[in-house]
């Protein structure tokens, strides 16, 4: 998967190269990651990368002029090296919820230009001839669109084949069939009196897939069932969850 990424912070992103799953999987060259600062296109002594906003007000925006060269470098070489049309991306609170739908739809979509915006953001006139998709990871807002971009970046990464040591672990990764992942027990077998349910130490793998179902489909009905009314239950996962509910009936 090829992502290039336009900040004027680049090395905020050593935070995702230099270590675990996504470091490793841009050691193994499964995730080609490239940046672009505006400060290198900036051609004024004092090298300004931000500007004032039209119609007055607090902050500034990022210097159109200095930000689109950047852009426009990041997509060139997005299809130099992938021979395809990037995916450009704004983070801000004003983009559609990121969700894990979401992310399985951004890291099948081939390269990814994802911009990072700093100060009050950028001009409206950028987001519509240059971004593509606006996406937000939550109702809050940031400094910067750096730490919401990483958050994109490791998720997406996370489902390129060969990028999780474990594959299965990322399909079973909660969300990834739409439900909250099952609790999940290590050593010591006892913590402060509290047991490992004794289905996960029987050795009986279908017991325990089993088990974790049902976990899960119960998890999602008590904290998020809101989740549970886009997704149909088949016959065994309705009983599941029916089980799990008669058991923690208040
Ligand atoms: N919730 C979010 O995904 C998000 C993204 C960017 C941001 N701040 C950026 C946007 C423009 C300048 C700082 N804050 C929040």
Known sequence: MWIGVVSLFPDMFDALTQQGV???AVEKQRIALEFWNPRD??????????DRPYGGGPGMLMKVDTLRAAIFAARERAQQ????????????????KLDQQGVQAL??????????GRYEGI???VVESDIDEEWS?????????????????????RLIPGVLGHQDSAVEDSFNDGLLD?????????????????????????AIKRWRLKQSLGRTWQRRPDLLEGRPLDAE????????????AL
Do not use: W
């Not at 890291?107 to 990072?116: D, H, Q």
């Not at 990871?137 to 990464?157: Q, T």
């Open 22 to 24: 996504v470091g490793r």
């Open 41 to 50: 296109y900036a051609t004024d002594r004092h090298r300004s990368v931000d």
């Open 137 to 157: 990871i939550g109702d809050y807002v940031l400094s910067g669109g750096e730490l919401p971009a990483m958050v994109l970046i490791d998720a997406a990464a």
């Open 182 to 206: 099952c609790p999940h027990y290590t050593r010591p077998e006892i913590i402060d009196g509290r047991q490992v349910p004794d289905v996960l130490l029987s050795g009986n793998h279908a």
């Open 107 to 116: 890291a099948s979509a081939g390269p990814l230009v994802v911009v990072a």
């Open 237 to 248: 996962q309705r009983k599941l969850l029916n089980e799990f509910i008669e058991e923690h």
């Open 81 to 96: 090296a992938t021979g395809l049309v990037p995916t450009v991306i704004y983070l801000s609170p004003q983009g559609r």
């Open 123 to 125: 001009d409206e006139r």
